[in-house]
C-alpha cells in the first residue's frame, strides 16, 4: 500500500524526467529548445491517459469497480422502492425457513457428544431379529454384559447404565427426576470430570458402598440453589439415604441418555441370576481401544454373542449385538432423520421458488431498464461490466432480504425448541438449535448463491441486448416472454407438490387425531406414581392400600366424577405376558401366545367411557381372594373366540414364577383402546383386577367434572394426604397424552403445511407479476381489439386463458410427480397412513385457484381501460 | 506488436545490468535501430509500473552519469522466469517464421 503511494506521488516526477530529457536529446541533435520539448512530448503520447492508466496498475480496480457497483445498486433499488420490498420479503421467506432448518439439521448431524473423544465412544446393544423386523438398539442384560466386558478385547473400558425414573426426597417436595443406576467406571470411560466434588469411585458398586449420589448441573441448581456447599449433604433416593459426592458440568448431557442424577450399579443377586439373562435393561457404553477400528469391534462382539447363544440358548438364541458409535445411535433415532430429509427438500422447494419469482422481477424489471443499459453499453460499459452490476444489485437485495431472513429463523427456532418436547431425545435435540457462526454462515452462503442463481438468468439476457434495439423503443422479447413462463411453469410445479406432500402429512396427522381413541379423551387428568421406600418393598398390600386411599380421596371431592388406576395409559405399549386359552391345543413353547396386558382398578372402564360390550366389568369381589376373574377386549376376542362367546372362558396367565398359574375366568368384553396414534389394526389385550395384582407404579386416570387441566393441584393434594414422600410426575390430561405419543407428528404436519402456503403464497406473486405483465404488453392489442368491436369480458377471457395455459403446464407436471409421494411418504415414515386421493385432488385445485386469482385481477384491469388510453399506452 | 513483447524488450534490457528509466526506452529504441520507435513513451511507463507490481523489476533511488538523481530499474529473480519464458516463445517464432520465409535449399 505504501510502494502503490509513492509510486503514485513520483509518477509526475518520472514523466517530467522522461521528457526532459527526450528534449535534451533532441537538443543535442540540433533543435531549437521549443521544438525539442514539442517533439518530446508528442513522443511521450497521452499524459493524462498514462496516469489515469497507472493509478489502475496500482488500485484495486476490482474493489473500486465494486464499490461503484454497489453504490449504484443502492441507488437503483432505493428509486423503486416497491419492487426492493417485494424481493427483499420473497427472500426473507426462502432464506429464513432454510436458515430455520438448517439449525436443525446443524444441531442434530453436527454436534457432538459432550465426552473425550467421542467418536470412538461406542453403544453397544442387543440386536433382535424376527417377525419381519429387525431391532438393534435394545437394552443388554446383567449377565450378558459382564460376559462381554470380560471377553471383549476390543475395549478399553465397558460400563452399564440403568436409566429409569427415581424418586428423590429429602427436605422439599418429592420430586421424580430421571437417573442412571452406572458403573463406577462409567464416568472414567467416558471422559467427564465432576466441576464440583468427585464421580464415583472404583468399589462403590459393591452392595453396601453404594450410597453416594452424582448431580446433574440443573438439577443442582434447581433443587438445591446451586449451593456450592452442597457436598456431603444427605439426600433420599428411591427412600434410601445417599452422600451428595459431585456435581457434573452443564454441558454434560448425554443426548438419548440424559439423566438428572447418578448412583452406583450394584447388581443386586435376582439381577445375576440365570433366568435374569432375559432381563434386558442395560444400556452399555464402550470405548474403542486405539489402533481398533469399529468394524473390528463389531465382529469381536458378533463372535461373543455367538458363544453365549450357544451357551444359554433358552435365554439368547437369536440375540445378536449392535455397536454404533453414540452419533449414529442418535441420528438412527426413529423417523427424525427421515423428517429432517423431507424438510430439508420441501424447504429447498421454497428457496427455488423464491428465486424463480426473483429472477422473474428481475426479468420484467430489466425490459423497463433496456434503455438504460443500452445508454452505458453505449458510454464504454462492457457487456461484462454489465451483467456484473446486474449481479451486485441481486447480492445486495439477497443479502437484505437475509437480515429478516435471520429474524424470521430465529423466530422459528424458537417455535421449534419450544414444541420438540415429546421425549428426551426431542427435547435434548431442540437445546441444540441456536443461531451459531456454522448457521449464520449458512444464511450468507445461501443468500449469496440464490443471488447468482435468480440473477444469472436477467444477468445472461442483459449482456446479449443490442444495443441498437435497446435504444430504440422496444416492443421486444420473445425470449424474455418465454423464459417467464417457464418459470412460472416450475414454480407452480414445485407449489403443487410442496402443497401435496403437506396435505399427506396433514392427512396422516388429522387420522391419528381423528381416529377413535376408544374412549372419551375429554376433561380426564392423569399422573404417574411410583411408590418408593422402605416400607412399600416386598408389601404388595401396602402399595394396594395407598392407591385404595388415594383414589377414595380423589371419590370424595366435588371435582371428580370418577377415579381409577392402571398400570399403563392408553397410546403406550403395555407390558406382554404368555398364556394359554382354555380348550385349544397346549402349543409348542415359541408358538406360545403372548399379548399386552393393563392392571386396572374396577372403575377403569367407567372412569374413561371404554364400552363394555359383553358380561360385567370389575367390582370390589374380584380382589386377591377370588383373583380369578379376567377381561379381555374386543381385539382379543376375535382373535381367539373368533365363533364363540368368550364370556365364562378361560385362560392361563403365564407368570413365569409358576406359583400364579392358574385358570382364570373371563367376565366381560371391552372395546378396544390404541397402543399408538392411528392405529388401525387393535391387537389383543386383557386386564387383571388391580386389587389382584398390586403394583407400586401405576397411573392415575381422573374424568373431572369441568376443565381437567385445573385439577393438577387438587389431585397432587389427594394423592399427598397419603404419603407426602411421594412424587406425583407426568401430570398430563388425556389430549397431553395423545400429543406426547404424536412424537411430534403435528409438527411436521404443522411445518409441512408453513412451507407449502409460502410457497404456494410466492408462486402466486409469480403468476400475477408475469400475467400483468403480459396485460401490460397486450394492453395496444387490446385496445385495437375493443375498437374493432372486442367485448371486454372477451378481452379479460383471452388474458385469463394466456394465463391459465401456463398454470395448467405446471399444474400438469406438479400432479405427475406427485403421484408418487404418497408411496414415498409412507414408505418413509413408519406407522404413515394417509388415503392420498384427498390430497392428490385437493392441492391441484387450490394451486389451480390461485392461479386463476393471480390471473383474474390483472385480467380485470386490462378490460377496463379505456379503448382510447390502451392504443396510446407505450 | 505482439502480446508480451514489450515485457521481453524491457526485461532484456535490464539483464546486463541495472539502468535508469529514459536508458531503458533509449537501449530499446537505439538497439532496435529506431525501428520500434512506433512504441511510445507512456507505454513504457505503463509497462514499468505494471511489472514492478508483479516484482519482475525493482526500482532504486541513484545517480545518473550526470549527475542527476534518478530512478534506477533492476531485473530481480522473480523477473528472469518471464524473461526466459519469452525469449524462448520469441526465438521459436521467429525461428518458425524464417523457416517459412527461406525453406531449405
Redesign the interface.
Known amino acids: 500500500m505504501r510502494r502503490r503511494r509513492r ?1 503514485l506521488e ?2 509526475d516526477a ?2 517530467r ?3 526532459e ?2 528534449t535534451q ?1 533532441n537538443v543535442e541533435r540540433g533543435m531549437t529548445p521549443e521544438e525539442a520539448r514539442y517533439a518530446a512530448m508528442r ?5 493524462t ?2 496516469k489515469e ?2 493509478r489502475e ?2 488500485s484495486s480496480v476490482w474493489l473500486g469497480q465494486l464499490l461503484q457497483d454497489v453504490r449504484y445498486a443502492l441507488r437503483m433499488l432505493r428509486k423503486s422502492p416497491g419492487f426492493s420490498a417485494v424481493a427483499v420479503l420473497t427472500l426473507a421467506l426462502g432464506i429464513g425457513a432454510n436458515t430455520a432448518i438448517f439449525s436443525l439439521v446443524n444441531g442434530m448431524l453436527l454436534r457432538k457428544p459432550p465426552v473425550r473423544d467421542p467418536n470412538r465412544l461406542m453403544v453397544v446393544s442387543s440386536k433382535w431379529a424376527g417377525n419381519g423386523g429387525e431391532w438393534d438398539r435394545l437394552p443388554v442384560s446383567a449377565p450378558n454384559f459382564l460376559d462381554w466386558r470380560a471377553q471383549a478385547t476390543a475395549f478399553n473400558g465397558m460400563v452399564a447404565a440403568n436409566f429409569d425414573d427415581y424418586t428423590i426426597s429429602g427436605g422439599t417436595m418429592p420430586e421424580r427426576v430421571s437417573g442412571g443406576r452406572v458403573s463406577c467406571d462409567f464416568f472414567h470411560t467416558l471422559g467427564v470430570a465432576a466441576t464440583l466434588g468427585r464421580t464415583i469411585l472404583p468399589g462403590e458398586d459393591q452392595p453396601g458402598h453404594d450410597h453416594v449420589v452424582v448431580l446433574s448441573d440443573g438439577l443442582w441448581k434447581e433443587k438445591f440453589g446451586g449451593d456450592p456447599g452442597i457436598l456431603g449433604r444427605v439426600i433420599r433416593v428411591n427412600g434410601n439415604s445417599h452422600t451428595i459426592v459431585g456435581v457434573m458440568p452443564r454441558s454434560f448431557r448425554l443426548w438419548d441418555f440424559d439423566a438428572r442424577m447418578w448412583v452406583p450399579l450394584a447388581f443386586s443377586p435376582e439381577e445375576l441370576a440365570p433366568a435374569a439373562r432375559n432381563t434386558r435393561f442395560l444400556r452399555v457404553f464402550a470405548r474403542l481401544k486405539a489402533g481398533i477400528t469399529a468394524k473390528q469391534a463389531v465382529a469381536e462382539m458378533d463372535t461373543i454373542a455367538q458363544r453365549i447363544a450357544e451357551a444359554h440358548p433358552d435365554t439368547n438364541k437369536g440375540w445378536a449385538t449392535a455397536v454404533k458409535s453414540l452419533q449414529e445411535y442418535s441420528i438412527e433415532d426413529g423417523n427424525v432423520s427421515t423428517a429432517l430429509l423431507f424438510l430439508t427438500v420441501a424447504v429447498s422447494f421454497v428457496l427455488l421458488i423464491a428465486c424463480a419469482n426473483m429472477a422473474n422481477l428481475l426479468l420484467a424489471r430489466s425490459l423497463a431498464r433496456q434503455h438504460e443499459f443500452a445508454i452505458r453499453a453505449a458510454l464504454g460499459a462492457g457487456r461484462a461490466r454489465l451483467a456484473r452490476q446486474l449481479l451486485s444489485e441481486c447480492l445486495i437485495l439477497s443479502l437484505g432480504g437475509a437480515g429478516p431472513g435471520l429474524l424470521l429463523a430465529y423466530w422459528g427456532m424458537r417455535a421449534l425448541r419450544a414444541q420438540m418436547n415429546w421425549n428426551e431425545g426431542a427435547v435434548s435435540l431442540a437445546k441444540t438449535i441456536q443461531l451459531d457462526v456454522r448457521v449464520l454462515v449458512f444464511a450468507l452462503v445461501i443468500s449469496a448463491a440464490s443471488a447468482f442463481v435468480f440473477g444469472l438468468l436477467p444477468a445472461l439476457q442483459v449482456s446479449r441486448t443490442d444495443l441498437k434495439e435497446g435504444l430504440r423503443s422496444s416492443t421486444g422479447g420473445r425470449e424474455r416472454h418465454r423464459l417467464q413462463r417457464l418459470l412460472v411453469i416450475g414454480q407452480i410445479a414445485l407449489s403443487l407438490i410442496l402443497l401435496t406432500s403437506a396435505s399427506l402429512f396433514i392427512e396422516g396427522f388429522l387420522e391419528e387425531v381423528r381416529a377413535s381413541a376408544g374412549f372419551n379423551i375429554h376433561n380426564v387428568l392423569t399422573a404417574s406414581v411410583s411408590l418408593r421406600g422402605l416400607e412399600y418393598y416386598g408389601a404388595p398390600h401396602r402399595e394396594a392400600a395407598f392407591f385404595e386411599n388415594a383414589l377414595r380421596n380423589l371419590g370424595n371431592l366435588p371435582e371428580t366424577e370418577s377415579a381409577a388406576v392402571t398400570s399403563d395409559l392408553p397410546f403406550s405399549f403395555p407390558n406382554e405376558k404368555d398364556f394359554e386359552v382354555e380348550g385349544q391345543p397346549v402349543p409348542k413353547p415359541d408358538e406360545q401366545p403372548r399379548c399386552g396386558y393393563f392392571i386396572v382398578s374396577a372403575d377403569y372402564f367407567a372412569t374413561l367411557q371404554i364400552p363394555l360390550l359383553q358380561g360385567r366389568g370389575f367390582n370390589s369381589s374380584d380382589n386377591s381372594n377370588s383373583s380369578s376373574t379376567i377381561i379381555v377386549d374386543r381385539a382379543f376376542a376375535r382373535r381367539y373366540f373368533a365363533n364363540g362367546n368368550p364370556i365364562g372362558r378361560h385362560l392361563k396367565v403365564i407368570e413365569g414364577s409358576g406359583a400364579r398359574d392358574k385358570w382364570m375366568e373371563i367376565v366381560g368384553v371391552v372395546g378396544d383402546v390404541n397402543e399408538f396414534l392411528g392405529q388401525r389394526d387393535s391387537r389383543p389385550h386383557f386386564f387383571e383386577p388391580f386389587q389382584a395384582y398390586p403394583s407400586g407404579s401405576m397411573n392415575f386416570v381422573v374424568r373431572t367434572r369441568s376443565d381437567a387441566a385445573g385439577f393438577s393441584d387438587g389431585l397432587r393434594r389427594a394423592i399427598w394426604a397419603v404419603d407426602g414422600n411421594q412424587a406425583v410426575a407426568r401430570v398430563r390430561t388425556m389430549e397431553g397424552v395423545i400429543a406426547d405419543a404424536g412424537q411430534g407428528d403435528d409438527l411436521m404436519a404443522e411445518m409441512m403445511a408453513a412451507f407449502a402456503g409460502i410457497a404456494l403464497a410466492l408462486a402466486s406473486i409469480g403468476i400475477y407479476g408475469v400475467i400483468s405483465y403480459i396485460a401490460g404488453q397486450r394492453m395496444h392489442e387490446m385496445g385495437i381489439r375493443m375498437t374493432l368491436g372486442a367485448r371486454p369480458n372477451q378481452v379479460m377471457r383471452s388474458v385469463i386463458r394466456s394465463g391459465m395455459s401456463v398454470a395448467g403446464i405446471g399444474v400438469a407436471l406438479g400432479l405427475m410427480t406427485s403421484l408418487a409421494l404418497p408411496r414415498l411418504i409412507a414408505a418413509s415414515f413408519n406407522g404413515f397412513h394417509a388415503s392420498a386421493v384427498s390430497a392428490l385432488v385437493a392441492a391441484p385445485v387450490v394451486v389451480a385457484i390461485a392461479a386463476f386469482l393471480a390471473c383474474y385481477v390483472p385480467a380485470r384491469r386490462a378490460m377496463r381501460v379505456e379503448p382510447m388510453v390502451a392504443l396510446r399506452h407505450e | 506488436m505482439l502480446q508480451g513483447t514489450r515485457d521481453l524488450l524491457i526485461l532484456r534490457t535490464l539483464l546486463p545490468g541495472p539502468r535508469y528509466g529514459h536508458a531503458i526506452a533509449k537501449a530499446i529504441e537505439f538497439n532496435s535501430e529506431v525501428v520500434l520507435q512506433v512504441w511510445s513513451t507512456d507505454h513504457f511507463i505503463r509497462r514499468c509500473h505494471r511489472q514492478i507490481k508483479r516484482s519482475w523489476i525493482s526500482v532504486k533511488e541513484g545517480t545518473s552519469e550526470n549527475n542527476r538523481r534518478s530512478k534506477f530499474y533492476r531485473l530481480t529473480a522473480k523477473g528472469r522466469r518471464p524473461l526466459d519464458l519469452e525469449t524462448r516463445k520469441w526465438d521459436k517464432l521467429a525461428g518458425t517464421i524464417a523457416r517459412i520465409l527461406r525453406p531449405a535449399e
Do not use: P, Q, S, T
Open positions: 509510486m513520483e509518477l518520472d514523466i524526467e522522461h521528457i530529457r527526450e536529446d513522443k511521450f503520447g497521452n499524459v491517459l498514462v492508466d497507472v496498475v496500482w
